[in-house]
């Protein structure tokens, strides 16, 4: 992977471009005078398809297709991480604020399972670092993950769920602190059963504490798509898809329940990279309005 520095990605050119100014927790209009307003905004996670994009490419990339946010995922060539100094955060702050995208989450990989206490207590730590770099450069959210149980180990899984939902419910209370959400990504080949993200928000009990919908296979066992998304929607506050052809996960009614819900966050296309992305983004924004018949 090509890896930008620091200061390349903060002073490359942009193209710009102007949209409406997201106000967090409020529904806002799409200015693009080109598409039909709707509720659901529509973004990508830079994994994979803009790894490699740096700021000012993301922004004139997004700005092209008509795309609403970004979700600036851990580790990737943008370069937003927790080793950018005030000024450079401050920078990045602006370039969002003068585009016309939006910041719609940071998308950090700390995770809450682990049997050793120092290395919860790490990722804690460093999730409330995340925050403060969220509130700096103009985040409305970071998105954490739980990302497996240690059966294996004997360990119950009530425990390490329990564990998990301590954790956030931590994070949540810092979170409060600088008025920054703490999304938790419905992840994991074991912890993605909506039953257990379920029962780990019912520990967490906290208002800031909420849910990335990932669109996983596990949406749909132990219930209907119908009955697990209504165990969680009203903490559902960002949405991740995959390819909207994958004929096996039922994306109408995803977005049609979404729409029930009067959901108003960031649906972000979590896709492959191609050779070709500024077409495939336009496809997905194509079939993702198609979807709510607009």
């Known amino acids: 992977m090509t890896r930008c520095s620091r200061r390349s990605f903060l002073f490359s050119t942009t193209a710009g471009g102007g949209c409406a100014a997201f106000l967090h927790g409020i529904e806002t209009r799409s200015s693009f005078a080109a598409a039909p307003p709707a509720p659901m905004k529509i973004g990508i996670v830079t994994y994979n398809i803009a790894k490699d994009w740096d700021v000012p490419t993301i922004i004139k990339n997004c700005t092209q297709t008509k795309y609403d946010g970004v979700e600036l995922r851990t580790g990737?060539?943008?370069?937003?991480?927790?080793?950018?100094?005030?000024?450079?955060?401050?920078?990045?702050?602006?370039?969002?604020?003068?585009?016309?995208?939006?910041?719609?989450q940071l998308g950090g990989t700390y995770e809450f399972h682990s049997v050793d206490p120092a290395e919860v207590r790490k990722n804690i730590e460093g999730g409330k670092q995340y925050i403060q770099l969220a509130r700096d450069v103009g985040s409305p959210a970071i998105k954490v993950r739980?990302?497996?149980?240690?059966?294996?180990?004997?360990?119950?899984?009530?425990?390490?769920?329990?564990?998990?939902?301590?954790?956030?419910?931590?994070?949540?209370?810092?979170?409060?602190?600088?008025?920054?959400?703490?999304?938790?990504?419905?992840?994991?080949?074991?912890?993605?059963?909506?039953?257990?993200?379920?029962?780990?928000?019912?520990?967490?009990?906290?208002?800031?504490?909420?849910?990335?919908?990932?669109?996983?296979?596990?949406?749909?066992?132990?219930?209907?798509?119908?009955?697990?998304?209504?165990?969680?929607?009203?903490?559902?506050?960002?949405?991740?898809?995959?390819?909207?052809?994958?004929?096996?996960y039922p994306w109408r009614k995803l977005i049609g329940l979404l729409a029930a819900a009067k959901f108003g966050g960031y649906c972000c296309a979590e896709i492959p990279e191609s050779p070709d992305p500024i077409r495939v983004m336009r496809y997905f924004r194509a079939l993702f309005l198609a979807y709510q018949g607009l």
């Open 76 to 104: 990737h060539a943008h370069g937003v991480e927790l080793s950018l100094t005030p000024d450079q955060r401050a920078e990045v702050k602006k370039r969002f604020a003068d585009s016309a995208v939006r910041i719609a």
């Open 146 to 248: 739980p990302n497996g149980l240690q059966t294996k180990r004997g360990i119950p899984v009530e425990k390490t769920l329990e564990q998990i939902g301590k954790s956030l419910a931590e994070l949540g209370r810092t979170g409060a602190d600088f008025g920054i959400e703490i999304r938790m990504e419905v992840h994991g080949s074991e912890t993605a059963h909506i039953e257990y993200a379920q029962k780990i928000m019912e520990i967490a009990d906290h208002p800031l504490v909420t849910i990335n919908w990932n669109s996983n296979q596990s949406d749909l066992q132990g219930g209907t798509l119908e009955e697990n998304f209504a165990r969680l929607s009203a903490k559902i506050r960002h949405v991740h898809m995959r390819d909207l052809f994958v004929e096996e």
